[in-house]
């Protein structure tokens, strides 16, 4: 929403819409706040050697932000529309930058979603979430 809203990019399929890079990488500048210093060479491709270009500069951005996945998907992942890549890549997006709450009392995804996996377990015998591991 926040950006169909900031840059009127709106989205019906992340992973086609994703393809072409410039989805995921104006996805990346509005939830981080900052813009890509390589930003001018990312353009709509007109090629397919042009998107996988896109695609290595939005994987190099999200790793210079610090989004953390322990297989990131390849740029040729991405220009395929494969569904475990792009989703596992925009879930860590949303891990990273996705907050519940207000100001000091704000929650990332992760906490958020370990909070309520608590509360809907709590009373049952033997049942104790302590994390995902």
């Known amino acids: 929403q926040k950006l169909a809203v900031s840059r ?3 989205v019906k ?3 086609d819409d ?3 890079g ?3 990488l104006n996805l990346l500048e509005v939830l981080s706040e900052q813009e890509y210093s390589a930003r001018k060479s990312v353009k709509p491709p007109k090629m397919r050697v042009n998107a996988i270009d896109n695609c290595n500069h939005v994987i ?3 790793k210079q932000l610090g ?3 322990k297989l990131m998907p390849s740029a040729e992942n991405l220009v395929d529309g494969d569904e475990r ?5 925009t879930w860590a997006i949303m891990l990273k930058y996705m907050r519940f709450g207000d100001g000091d ?3 990332n995804a992760k906490d958020a979603l370990l909070l309520w996996l608590q509360n809907k377990t709590a009373g049952y015998e033997g049942v104790d979430v302590k994390g995902f591991k």
Not at 85 to 89: D, E, I
């Open 8 to 10: 009127n990019m709106p």
């Open 13 to 15: 399929d992340i992973v």
């Open 18 to 20: 994703g393809k072409d």
């Open 22 to 24: 410039v989805l995921l």
């Open 60 to 62: 190099k951005f999200a």
């Open 67 to 69: 989004v953390e996945m």
């Open 85 to 89: 890549g792009v989703l596992g890549l």
């Open 105 to 107: 009392d704000s929650m």
